[in-house]
């Protein structure tokens, strides 16, 4: 089965305000554990409104009304 087909191990809903740059995000994320870090990455959700992490598989979000400015 494809990876873009497979439901979320966990799903974050961002707000405009908690996105980095032009319109990215990293994971892990602050609020992650400790023991379930990996290499930082960052994932552009401004272009379709979410992105999913390569190494833990979380999708992040943009919540619903929210812009990015610039896009």
Same mark, same amino acid.
């Given at each position: @089965? ?9 799903? /974050?809903? !961002? ?8 319109? !990215?995000?990293?994971? &892990?994320?602050?609020? @992650? &554990? ?6 930082? /990455?960052?994932?552009? /959700? ?7 992490? &390569? +190494?833990?598989?979380? !999708? +992040? ?5 929210? =812009? /990015?400015?610039? =896009?």
């Amino acid at each position: @089965m494809s990876t873009s087909t497979q439901a979320p191990k966990s799903l /974050v809903e !961002v707000g405009a305000a908690d996105l980095q740059g032009e319109g !990215v995000i990293f994971c &892990p994320n602050p609020k @992650m &554990p400790l023991w379930c870090h990996h290499p930082r /990455v960052f994932i552009n /959700v401004a272009e379709t409104g979410e992105g999913r992490c &390569p +190494y833990c598989g979380t !999708v +992040y979000r943009l919540k619903d009304g929210e =812009h /990015v400015h610039g =896009h």
